[in-house]
């Protein structure tokens, strides 16, 4: 669980994994959204489906990512929610 929850440390992944709580998305506009080059993106891309965080399919010459399933999207929801609850 540890290694696990290292490879969310990172803020890039975050970030991305943020856009994809809302949509899925390209590659290409996934870069754009994080202001990061495409492959830098594809890396974190990788590491995430690795932990099983993010899944892909193609369409046509792009792959488009989204979260795994909905277990990763209540993980991250909860997240979200405590960090909101300790705002106040």
């Known amino acids: 669980?540890?290694?696990?929850?290292?490879?969310?440390a990172d803020p890039n992944r975050l970030r991305i994994l943020s856009i994809l709580a809302k949509q899925e998305m390209c590659v290409g506009d996934l870069a754009t959204a994080v202001d990061m080059n495409e492959s830098a993106v594809s890396h974190q891309l990788r590491t995430l489906r690795t932990i099983r965080l993010v899944s892909s399919r193609k369409q046509g010459r792009h792959m488009f990512y989204r979260l795994q399933d909905d277990h990763v999207f209540s993980f991250y929801q909860a997240v979200v929610e405590h960090l909101d609850e300790s705002d106040g």
Do not use: K, P, S
Request: hydrophobic share 75%; net charge negative; proline share 0%.
């Open 1 to 8: 669980m540890a290694e696990f929850l290292g490879f969310l």
